[in-house]
């Protein structure tokens, strides 16, 4: 039985609270310090998130150039080691700035949550303005430290590998932000906090792992954006053509998989909880 189910079969309150919507428009959060601290957190942690990033996929290129490594049985991190990279930085920035900021890190989380009215409008453009000066920020910073290696090695830009159509890195994009953005929904939801107490999950956790697992699936196909702030600011800094090409993928193809999950958690999965729970007591006093 069910925790809202009371001794006679009626329903008592129910053991969540739900925060109210965010205003569209909140001018008083520019007032306030609390607002600023969380750009300087957003920014700071997408600065980190890049720099640690974008240096192990430069990294894990030049252990791989037999130009420069002669050991053949030198693999370098692989794939499996960037996407660890991605996804144990998420998780840790995430547990860092979860309670400064909300912890997005990406202009696509904060795109969906802004759509689920979890976050103002002025908060989200601000939000994604903060993330995005800090992904160019992040990459400059290894281009700074590691020039030569960083201009011989593609910059970590995102593009669309060879034998690829657009769809196909399209479709990747959606679907990999869907899966993390889903997430996002599903680990911050007050219901689940309420309903699963008893297993102590932490949050940041389920965040990181579904980084992780995307990017196992999609390096191959385009090296994994599922965060537009990640793709322009490698864009920028690297500054060649075929990065500039495919960038309209990165921010196109996460901002829609971002609406779909928006849509699917709130209006399907929460929604259609609540029209089953009122159908259910409708019929009881039949």
């Known amino acids: 039985m069910t925790k809202d189910v009371a001794e006679h079969g009626s329903f008592s309150a129910k053991d969540y609270t739900d925060p109210p919507p965010a205003p569209l428009f909140d001018a008083v959060e520019l007032t306030k310090w609390s607002f600023y601290r969380a750009l300087i957190a957003e920014f700071i942690a997408t600065l980190l998130f890049l720099y640690i990033t974008v240096l192990t996929v430069i990294g894990y290129k030049s252990q791989t150039d037999p130009a420069v490594n002669t050991d053949a049985a030198c693999g370098g991190v692989g794939i499996l080691g960037i996407a660890w990279a ?3 930085m998420i998780f840790i920035l995430v547990y860092c700035t979860a309670g400064i ?3 997005h890190i990406n202009p696509a989380v904060t795109f969906g949550l802004f759509l ?8 989200a453009l601000m939000y994604m303005v ?17 020039k030569s290696y960083y201009n011989s090695y593609g910059g970590g830009a995102n593009t669309l590998a060879d034998g690829y159509n657009t769809g196909v890195g399209l479709g990747a994009e959606i679907i990999g932000t869907f899966v993390l953005v889903y997430t996002v929904f599903s680990a911050t939801d007050p219901k689940r906090s309420a309903r699963d107490s008893h297993v102590p999950v932490l949050a940041p956790l389920p965040i990181g792992f ?6 196992l ?13 990640r793709s322009l600011g490698a864009a920028v800094i690297y ?3 075929k990065a500039w090409d495919d960038q309209w993928i990165f921010w196109v193809g996460p901002f829609i998989g971002a609406a779909i999950a928006a849509f699917y958690h709130q209006f399907i999965l929460r929604a259609g909880a609540v029209k089953a729970l009122g159908s259910f007591r409708s019929q009881s006093h039949v």
Request: aromatic share 6%.
């Open 86 to 88: 991605f996804g144990g």
């Open 101 to 103: 900021s909300g912890g």
């Open 116 to 123: 689920a009215r979890k976050v103002s409008l002025v908060r």
């Open 130 to 146: 903060a993330q995005c000066l800090g992904a160019i920020c992040g990459v400059g910073l290894v281009k700074a430290f590691q």
């Open 210 to 215: 579904a980084v992780f697992m995307v990017h």
């Open 217 to 229: 699936a999609t390096i191959p196909i385009t090296g994994t954006g599922i965060n537009p702030a």
């Open 239 to 241: 500054n060649k053509e």
